[in-house]
């Protein structure tokens, strides 16, 4: 359907001509009514998709859709600002953002083939594993 988010990729699939923001900082009790009430004051608001936990509970953020660019425009200034107690972080949901607010990932430095660069945490590891045990499976395959 357009203008949805596919859950499975993680991140906002945004439809040609929608208008949508990314919303971080939400106080965990904060519902999806009380967001469509609180930035429909920025225009008219479409769709509102507050993350869950598998629990149910709130992930804290939010992609909020609004009939308009203009109020996507007035939902970008509430970047920063207190809402329960918490600092909200809003951007446009088309925008890539980045990770440790550093550009380009840790360090803001890109590497490899297309200037991307990916890291891999591993958890649970045993403490006998060794550093070659580890990077086989990740290395570069032809074919």
Do not use: M
């Not at 598998?54 to 939010?62: D, R």
């Amino acid at each position: 359907k357009a203008g949805k988010r596919k859950a499975s990729e993680g991140a906002a699939v945004e439809a040609e001509g929608s208008f949508s923001v990314f919303i971080g900082g939400i106080p965990w009790a904060v519902t999806e009514e009380t967001l469509k009430k609180d930035f429909g004051e920025c225009g008219k608001v479409v769709d509102v998709n507050l993350l869950r936990k598998s629990n149910g509970l709130s992930k804290g953020v939010a992609f909020i859709s609004f009939a308009s660019e203009a109020a996507v425009e007035a939902a970008l200034k509430f970047d920063g600002d207190d809402y329960g107690g918490r600092t909200l972080k809003v951007t446009k949901a088309d925008e890539p953002r980045s990770v440790g607010g550093k550009e380009g990932g840790k360090g803001g430095k890109a590497d490899g083939k297309g200037g991307a660069r990916f890291e891999v945490f591993v958890r649970n590891l045993s403490s006998h594993t060794k550093e070659e045990e580890l990077r086989g499976p990740f290395q570069p395959r032809r074919g």
